[in-house]
Structures are given as structure tokens and as C-alpha cells.
């Protein structure tokens, strides 16, 4: 299983929206709604943003948004703040298996 | 509320088995939802999941690090473990542990889940 694609970095503005994509396959991302997205800030753990492709754990913000079409998965974060700055990885577990993404730097400039 | 706590050496020697281990606390590892993954960052470089283990002791690893992978678990203490054999340089990272919750059962496997929470990490660094 090979590791999902992510775009290396994205950059917004102040309350402006940005997307994240993370594309994999019809085995994987495409076959299944089984996408999480991970944020991690500097030194930090990663914490859980959205499951199932579009599910947003208790105490998650509603401007992150996750959605999919296809083979591609996409994590959007609207009305962005100087908060969302770190990186995110998305991941998919369709099997007994799990693959992450290579991560996504977002800079909110 | 659930917690994670990674343990174990911060320094191991190459070619020597690194070991780390997991507490639980605010929950039981014996949860029949639930696997528990051992997840790892490479300094400045992203996330590979290593293997997860239900409280049975049944085990899924990633391919790639599977003839070197132990899990193990041991619910009288809450905790579990990982087994990382003949390490390199290229095992030197960052470790997690974190709860995975257990999705759809076939007769011969699991689908496993996100992974939430997780604990703080530890920093293993493989060098003599």
C-alpha cells in the first residue's frame, strides 16, 4: 500500500478558505470512505480533525470540513487564523492496514 | 478522560532491539472497540504507521517493518508494547501510541480505524 499524496505546502490568508488534497487510489481513498486527517503543530502530537472522510470528532471546529471525490480526499478549513498554521497529514484505513499521507504545511500568511 | 504515555530509552545502539511501552489511563485497554497502534515521525519528515494490537493480543504490522515488529499487550497493567529489532539510523524518530478504533470484522481480519487520542511522544534516537 503506498503512501498518499499530498500537496508539500498550502498558504492562505486571514478568513480566507484553503483545500488540502490527498489523493490515492480506487483501492484505497476512492474505494472507501475511510479517510481521517491528522493537524500537528511544532513539537507536538498529531490530533484528529475529521474520520471517515467527513466526520468531525467532539470539540473539532466546524470551519474544518472534510469531503471526497474519486481517488481524492480533501480537508477544507474555512475562515482560516493564524491558529491553523501546522502541518496536516491525511490517512486511510480501508483494510487491516493503515497509510498516511507525506503531510501538508499550511502557512497562513 | 482517556490518556497515552509512551516510555523506554531514548538512546539505542544500532543493530540492538528498541523497546517502548504504552500506559493507559482513564480507560481500559480491554475495550472490545478498540485496537492501540504504535505510530512513528522521522525528525522533520511525516507519519508511518507501525503495527496495532487488540487485547487479545491479535496484531496487524505494516509490511514494510513486519520481520522486525513486535506488539505485545498486557491488560493486568493497561499497557503495550513495542519490539523493534536490528535498528539502524534510519529508525531514529519520534513514537506514539494512540487508541484505534476497530471497524468491520471479516472471519480472517479487521478493518482498523483513525487513530485518536495519542499520546505526547517519545524520541528515539538510534546511535552509538
Known amino acids: 500500500q503506498s503512501a498518499l499524496t499530498q500537496p508539500a505546502s498550502v498558504s492562505g490568508s486571514p478568513g480566507q478558505s484553503i483545500t488540502i488534497s490527498c489523493t490515492g487510489t480506487?483501492?484505497?481513498?476512492?474505494?472507501?470512505?475511510?479517510v481521517s486527517w491528522y493537524q500537528q503543530h511544532p513539537g507536538k502530537a498529531p490530533k484528529l480533525m475529521i474520520y471517515?472522510?467527513?466526520n468531525r470528532p467532539s470539540g473539532v471546529s466546524n470551519r474544518f470540513s472534510g469531503s471526497k471525490s474519486g481517488n481524492t480526499a480533501s480537508l477544507t478549513i474555512s475562515g482560516l487564523q493564524a491558529e491553523d498554521e501546522a502541518d496536516y497529514y491525511c490517512s486511510s484505513y480501508t483494510s487491516s492496514t493503515v497509510v498516511f499521507g507525506g503531510g501538508t504545511k499550511l502557512t497562513v500568511l | 478522560q482517556l490518556q497515552l504515555q509512551e516510555s523506554g530509552p531514548g538512546l539505542v545502539k544500532p543493530s540492538e532491539t528498541l523497546s517502548l511501552t504504552c500506559t493507559v489511563s482513564?480507560?481500559?485497554?480491554?475495550?472490545?472497540?478498540?485496537?492501540w497502534g504504535w505510530i512513528r515521525q522521522p525528525p522533520g519528515k511525516g507519519l508511518e504507521w507501525i503495527g496495532s494490537i487488540y487485547y487479545s493480543g491479535s496484531t496487524y504490522y505494516n509490511p514494510s517493518l513486519k520481520s522486525r515488529v513486535t506488539i505485545s499487550v498486557d491488560t493486568s497493567k493497561n499497557q503495550f508494547s513495542l519490539k523493534l529489532s536490528s535498528v539502524t539510523a534510519a529508525d531514529t524518530a519520534v513514537y506514539y501510541c494512540?487508541?484505534?478504533?476497530?471497524?468491520?470484522?471479516?472471519?480472517?481480519?479487521?478493518?482498523?480505524?483513525?487513530?485518536?487520542?495519542w499520546g505526547q511522544g517519545t524520541l528515539v534516537t538510534v546511535s552509538s
Open positions: 480506487s483501492s484505497d481513498v476512492g474505494g472507501y470512505n475511510y
Open positions: 482513564g480507560g481500559s485497554i480491554s475495550s472490545s472497540s478498540y485496537y
Open positions: 471517515d472522510v467527513s
Open positions: 494512540a487508541r484505534n478504533p476497530r471497524g468491520y470484522c471479516s472471519s480472517t481480519s479487521c478493518r482498523l480505524g483513525w487513530f485518536d487520542p
